[in-house]
């Protein structure tokens, strides 16, 4: 690289070198911060003055070396071919001042007589040479030379003004306290030059680029460059290599050359470095010399050289990648005791907790006795921001500074709990330590009440009994929550309910009270519990939806993932699949709502939603994210959700190998104990019955309702195994027992409306007689269209289709199928694109039939628009909210289409219709 900024130093050293070579000798001292390019300097001219035949002798100072006599001369005398008896000369000198008096290691001391022989006899052999070849020497790193050498060059520097020689000292701007007295002595020498080296200037920085990366890149990145290395050419060229090999900045290159440049500056400004980056961020000298152990203007010294050195910034450092690098740079032993100074420093000036249990988490120490408390407070403005990592750092250090007692138990509740967050089984090893302490007394009873939550979710059913049945021992006032965790165990574990709680609807005046150590979070969900157990369809999505609102409002707590979890899981059963979506993005824009554990629950209700819309490749992709996020181990009991949702997309999507190798994962034995089990039961039975087992699909199916009727939880919106049995039995040829089942679903209370009474008229339909199947279908069609489930709506016609294509109805059989397999198509579900495609040709053929267009030309472009996302499936809601319209408008244009193509009711719309639908629409809106 070319040198930049440094043609006046060439032409100032030239002219210098000039007057040596005719006798008049000349002294540099050669001054600029660290990295600024004083060796790279003094290389090229030296270079230069040998091709004018001056001897070129140098030397390095090394602070390795400081303590080694004379070490800077032997490097001089042997730095270049010289006569072999003048090297003679110079080694017994050396050799003598070694056996003899040392001499003084500074050059203002008064020297001894055998120390100023020796001195003489070096300098005289230098002026001997001197007087055969002109003289160039040069000392780089000044500072660090040993003491005899330091005195043999001041020596030489007051008697070369009549010798050959330009003698040049490389050094610092701001020379180390014992130096001063030289540098100061030298500089009242009539023949001593000073030489200042500087940073490079923008400019510079954006010509060396040019060189370098060419024009465009030098333009774009000299400003960043320039700020980060301060103008630093040892730092620059680092930035520029980083650029080359990774377009940015790297600990590698840049961090080294940070170090590389702290260290040529010296010991005072490492040990400051070293602190400003443990304390990280800038502070005054006196904290500084606490922190490093050194005095104030100390640290002011080291401030001003590391600053005029590129490296800092405003008492900071100018990247972080800068930081970075001396921090590592750091011994461990070392980083330590620095933060735990920091830490008591800040703690003395009352500085933010998190700060102060930054340096403690950094230390490892948790030993004073204000520690605990400190990093306790940490961990929960942590948790609130959503640095749930950071927040178990501080938990666990203030779990070991703990000693075993009331106090470390609690503390090994919220570790759990922490870690719950980021992965359920990193909090595994927690539970049975905190089981223990439940029984022994030393965790309270509202702690416990948590814990249980925890066991069941990673199946560890019997802990959680023998918890439970603690708890349940103890006096009432003393459990507290009990009632409330009964009532959440008759939904989601109802095995361990050992009966239906009496909690009351949501309004109740008793028990809306709660005490002071009941968990409100908690208590909601047992009412949310209690209204699902009691079958109050509307009522309990309601107190979804309040669930959900109190969780986007509240701090995180042990229960929000299960309340979550069972309120969005409410409102997809109930079909609000639009709000159920609109939660999971407002919950997720929560900093304390994007650890893994909540990232995969949302994911888990998207491809459930997905799913129930016939939306098949969002709902398996959403279900491999829930699964990606959480793995499946961590799932524990839960992962019959996601994994159901999975299973049934694929089969649904014809994907039967993928299928088959889901049901091949292993899934916890007690998966049946739980609500999340009856997912994974008819999730296989449906792929049983997809790939023809009917008998073991019909297996699972009655299992469900076997396990449902017994725990009180008969509720088709949760798992419709009544009707998916009966599609069991038709496949067995046993209609009279498929419109049983479906009978059945139809007689029970709150099926109005919904999904579970447009599957059961389905089965009634397509087991009775074919006069019947036109009205059955129609009034499930209209359901399936008000839920928005495109695939069962693709089901529903096709069974219509062919109902009345038996009742002679060709023309209306053809348009309706071309419907089906449209939808079929949209959803991907490619058993049912094929079925429809294998059946008679009167039908089949209808879907490459032109249709009739002519007529189509009479809708206007809004009815045009309208009509296309009929087609599509959408509602009239979701119409409205597509086109930015009133549901009534929607219902105006469909009337006047309708009425233009001589149909009487969207299901006769042309198919083709679909083709013309707003941008994005196949991908968007649900049923709300």
């Known amino acids: ?51 004018s035949d001056v001897l070129f002798l140098d030397a390095i100072c090394s602070p390795a070396e400081r303590k080694i006599p004379f070490s800077v001369l032997s490097q001089l005398f042997r730095s270049a071919p010289l006569p072999p008896g003048l090297v003679a000369r110079a080694g017994q000198l050396i050799d003598r001042a070694l056996t003899t008096t040392a001499p003084a290691t500074s050059p203002y001391e008064e020297l001894t007589f055998e120390a100023v022989q020796v001195i003489h006899g070096l300098s005289q052999v230098i002026l001997d040479l001197a007087a055969e070849t002109p003289l160039l020497i040069g000392i780089d790193d000044i500072r660090n030379a040993d003491g005899p050498s330091w005195c043999c060059l001041h020596y030489l520097a007051r008697r070369i003004s009549s010798a050959r020689i330009l003698l040049v000292l490389a050094g610092e701007d701001h020379p180390e306290p014992e130096n001063s007295p030289l540098r100061a002595e030298l500089l009242r020498l009539p023949n001593v030059a000073e030489l200042h080296v500087g940073l490079l200037g923008q400019d510079a920085v954006t010509g060396l680029l040019t060189d370098e990366l060419g024009a465009r890149a030098a333009h774009r990145l000299a400003p960043a460059l320039h700020a980060a290395s301060g103008g630093n050419p040892l730092l620059l060229h680092a930035l520029v290599e980083d650029h080359r090999e990774a377009a940015g900045v790297r600990a590698e290159g840049y961090g080294r050359a940070v170090l590389r440049c702290a260290h040529r500056a010296g010991p005072e400004p490492v040990r400051i470095a070293r602190a400003l980056a443990v304390l990280g961020e800038p502070a005054q000298p006196a904290a500084l010399g606490d922190l490093a152990d050194t005095t104030p203007a100390t640290v002011e010294r080291a401030l001003r050289t590391l600053t005029a050195a590129g490296l800092l910034d405003g008492g900071d450092f100018r990247h972080p990648a800068a930081r970075a690098a001396v921090l590592d740079d750091l011994p461990t032993t070392e980083r330590a005791a620095y933060s735990r100074r920091a830490a008591e420093l800040l703690h003395r000036q009352g500085a933010d907790p998190v700060a102060v249990a930054r340096h403690l988490v950094d230390a490892g120490d948790a030993a004073p006795l204000w520690a605990r408390d400190l990093l306790l407070e940490a961990a929960e403005h942590a948790l609130l921001d959503g640095r749930v990592p950071w927040a178990v750092e501080c ?76 708890l349940r021992a103890l006096p009432a006032p003393e459990a507290a929550g009990l009632r409330d965790l009964e ?71 042990p229960w929000a993932v299960e309340a979550a979890l069972l309120a969005l899981q409410v409102l997809v059963q109930a079909g609000r699949y639009r709000a159920a979506e609109r939660w999971c993005d407002d919950l997720a824009e929560a900093a304390t709502r994007r650890t893994p554990v909540w990232r995969a629950v949302f994911a888990a209700v998207r491809a459930e939603t997905a799913l129930r819309r016939g939306e098949l490749a969002e709902a398996m992709a959403a279900a491999r994210a829930a699964l990606t996020h959480l793995p499946p181990g961590a799932w524990g009991l839960a992962v019959g959700f996601p994994l159901a949702t999975l299973i049934m997309a694929a089969t649904r999507a014809g994907d039967h190998d993928e299928g088959a190798r889901l049901l091949a994962h292993p899934v916890p034995f007690e998966l049946n104990a739980g609500r999340h089990g009856l997912h994974y039961l008819h999730a296989r039975g449906h792929y049983y019955l997809a790939t023809h087992h009917p008998h073991a699909a019909l297996a699972d199916f009655m299992s469900c309702g076997e396990l449902m009727r017994g725990w009180g939880l008969d509720l088709p919106d949760l798992v419709p195994w009544r009707t998916s049995a009966a599609e069991a039995w ?25 999904a579970a009474r447009a599957s059961s008229l389905r089965i009634l339909a397509t087991s009775g007689p074919a006069a019947r199947w036109p009205q059955l279908l129609t009034e499930a069609l209209d359901i399936f269209e008000d839920h928005g489930n495109r695939l069962e709506q693709a089901h529903t016609l096709a069974d219509l289709s062919r109902a009345h294509y038996a009742l ?19 959803c991907r579900a490619r058993p049912l694109t094929e079925e429809l495609l294998s059946v008679p040709s009167g039908l089949s053929g209808a879907v490459a039939e032109p249709e009739e267009r002519a007529e189509l030309s009479r809708l206007t472009d809004s009815e045009r628009r309208v009509a296309s996302l009929a087609v599509m499936g959408y509602t009239n809601r979701e119409i409205a909210g597509k086109l930015f319209i009133t549901a009534s408008t929607v219902e105006q244009h469909l009337t006047r289409v309708y009425r233009k193509l001589d149909v009487k009711r969207r299901q006769e719309l042309p198919v083709h219709l679909g083709t013309g639908a707003p941008g994005g629409a196949e991908h968007g809106g649900n049923a709300a």
């Open 487 to 557: 009532a959440w165990l008759a939904v989601v574990h109802p095995p361990l309910a050992p009966h239906r709680p009496r909690t009351a609807a949501p309004g109740g005046p008793e028990d809306g009270l709660t005490g002071p150590h009941d968990d409100v979070r908690l208590r909601s969900l047992a009412v949310l519990s209690d209204l699902l157990t009691r079958g109050r369809r509307e009522e309990t999505a309601e107190q979804a939806e309040q669930t959900l609102s109190d969780l986007s409002l509240g701090r995180p707590d």
């Open 730 to 754: 038709l496949r067995l040829g046993n209609k009279d027992r498929a419109r049983r089942l479906a009978s059945d679903q139809l007689a029970r209370p709150g099926t109005d409306g919904t």
């Open 808 to 826: 002679g109805e060709k023309r209306r059989a053809r348009m309706v199928f071309r419907r089906a397999w449209h939808l079929a198509k949209l």
């Open 1 to 51: 690289m070319r040198l930049l900024e440094r043609g006046d130093h060439l032409v100032r050293l030239g002219l210098l070198l000039d007057d040596s070579i005719r006798g008049e000798g000349r002294t540099v001292l050669l001054n600029g911060p660290a990295g600024s390019g004083k060796t790279e300097l003094l290389r090229n001219f030296a270079e230069a003055a040998t091709k």
């Open 395 to 470: 938990l666990e250090l203030a779990h070991r500074g703990c000693q075993d007692g009331p106090e470390r138990a609690v503390i090994r509740a919220r570790l759990a709990d922490a870690e719950w967050q980021l992965n359920p089984l990193a909090a595994a090893h927690h539970l049975g330590p905190l089981v223990a302490d439940l029984r022994a007394g030393r965790l309270a009873p509202r702690h416990g009440v948590p814990l249980i939550r925890q066991l069941l979710w990673l199946g560890r059913v019997t802990e959680a009994t023998e918890a439970l049945e603690h």
